[in-house]
């Protein structure tokens, strides 16, 4: 089953192939297979705006639905009720390139009483920028560019039970930040 962000003009895009068959759920782990990806990041190799992102790290995350609250302005559409532990997948990539990413094997702990039903599995991905500087003709020094974080997340709109979850294909497609 194919994941992916959603494509983004100032953030990456990352592009996932989870092997269903081989997701497995323990009384105590979730084990989850990524066969292959990919990683892009946005930009012009030949200048503009942009950087460079270095130790992109991956963590799958286990998530249920959250009650919305009253008053909330932008409720989130889910919490995480597991994770696994963060796997590096990209040391560096410059803008405007896209990379593969290998095969990737995650474990999370099962919570108690989860219905894999209401679960679905989201994939988060964090790492560094270091900003595009652009070279000033004439000077020859001048300080490194401060590194600035990022984080992306790739939503399924399958649930544990590898079943697609109409309803929240259903909002992913009108908007996928609404149910990601």
Excluded at 14 to 37: K, P
């Amino acid at each position: 089953m194919n994941i992916s962000s959603d494509r983004s003009d100032y953030t990456p895009t990352a592009r996932l192939a989870v092997a269903l068959a081989s997701l497995s759920m323990s009384r105590e782990t979730i084990d989850i297979v990524i066969d292959s990806g990919s990683l892009a990041v946005p930009g012009d190799v030949a200048g503009g705006e942009g950087g460079n992102l270095v130790n992109v790290y991956l963590t799958a995350l286990v998530v249920a639905p959250v009650q919305r609250r009253k008053n909330e302005a932008l409720p989130n559409p889910w919490e995480a009720v597991a994770e696994s532990d963060s796997q590096l997948v990209v040391s560096n990539i410059p803008r405007g390139e896209r990379r593969a990413i290998g095969a990737v094997h995650l474990r999370v702990r099962r919570p108690q009483g989860l219905d894999p039903a209401e679960a679905w599995l989201v994939f988060r991905l964090t790492g560094d920028v270091i900003p595009h500087v652009a070279k000033v003709v004439g000077q020859s020094t001048r300080r490194p560019p401060q590194t600035e974080q990022f984080r992306v997340y790739a939503c399924a709109d399958w649930n544990l039970t590898t079943r697609i979850d109409r309803r929240r294909a259903k909002v992913m497609n009108a908007s996928y930040l609404k149910a990601c």
